[in-house]
């Protein structure tokens, strides 16, 4: 064990030897795979900003309970919990929804025009047990029969067609990473090939003097590996850059609603699995170069 494990450490430091001594080439490579890796990474990492922004926008499947000016509150919302399906509630009052309209809105000095005449009603937040369209649905009517209800409105629909653009963006980063992932392959397997061409005298007499087709085949699978590593790590750089970069004029839109949202880019897991990803992908591309080149006799 003692002796694997120390050829495979003099293949990896004869790598790093390697690009060491073609940084050019090495450098436009894995700045390649990173511009690659960069497009899927970062539609993955905006669709989830963009879920956890509108997650904060309103409670998902909530229906709002608008209540006529002489019904009381507390019966109310004794009423309408004693409704079936209903998970919980949270009354606003009408001078909660002014000011929260005041505050939203940004129209703070007409909005107290209202304050000794607010016309608007008392609403009940009401968070079902089920979010399917049916029981949404049915529970809406069975709130819209009780007395002293002016209208009822649910955001089944909205949170619907979010989640529907949502789906679509997730499909369309795994036709996208796909289409790239295989990029990478073939970026890699043509580097590989030019390296394998180089060193094909050398190659030859190694087969020669007894080395093994996995002998031959471990520097080149080290190299693919090492440049799918680095070029994810490109892309991580480049993907924090857009990150810093963009919280910038996402602070100034904040203030300007009066919002307060941050964007983040890749946390612990995500970036282990783009490294891990382009070192596979690396090691992919590599190892069927290689093999094709075993196979062909041409080393």
């Not at 050829?7 to 030897?17: A, C, I, K, N, S």
């Not at 209208?151 to 529907?164: G, T």
């Not at 490109?234 to 300007?256: F, K, M, Q, T, Y």
Request: glycine residues 12%.
């Amino acid at each position: 064990m003692k002796a694997y494990l120390t050829r495979h450490m003099q293949v990896f430091m004869r790598t790093l030897g390697d690009f060491a001594r073609s940084p050019t080439a090495t450098l436009m490579t894995v700045v390649m795979i990173g511009v690659t890796l960069v497009l899927p990474a970062g539609l993955y990492i905006g669709l989830l900003n963009l879920e956890r922004l509108t997650l904060g926008w309103h409670p998902r499947g909530s229906v709002s309970v608008y209540l006529a000016k002489t019904m009381p509150q507390a019966a109310a919302v004794a009423a309408i919990r004693q409704v079936p399906g209903v998970a919980g509630t949270r009354y606003i009052s009408p001078a909660q929804g002014l000011n929260e309209f005041a505050a939203s809105s940004g129209l703070g000095a007409a909005a107290a025009v209202f304050r000794h005449h607010n016309p608007l009603p008392g609403v009940v937040v009401v968070t079902p047990a089920g979010v399917t369209p049916a029981s949404v649905a049915h529970l809406a009517a069975r709130l819209k029969a009780l007395p002293g209800i002016t209208h009822v409105q649910s955001n089944l629909v909205w949170v619907e067609r979010l989640d529907a653009a949502l789906a679509l963006g997730r499909r369309i980063v795994v036709i996208l990473a796909t289409a790239l992932g295989l990029a990478l392959v073939l970026i890699m397997g043509n580097t590989t090939r030019v390296a394998v061409a180089s060193r094909r005298d050398e190659i030859g007499v190694v087969g020669l003097v007894g080395g093994t087709n996995a002998f031959i085949r471990r520097p080149f699978l080290y190299a693919g590996a090492l440049t799918g590593g680095l070029g994810a790590l490109c892309a991580l750089v480049l993907l924090e850059a857009a990150v810093l970069a963009l919280n910038g004029p996402i602070a100034s839109l904040d203030r300007a609603y009066g919002a307060h949202y941050h964007l983040s880019g890749p946390d612990l897991h995500q970036a282990l699995g783009l490294l891990a990803l382009g070192a596979l992908l690396g090691w992919l591309g590599a190892r069927i170069a290689v093999g094709q080149a075993l196979r062909s006799r041409r080393i």
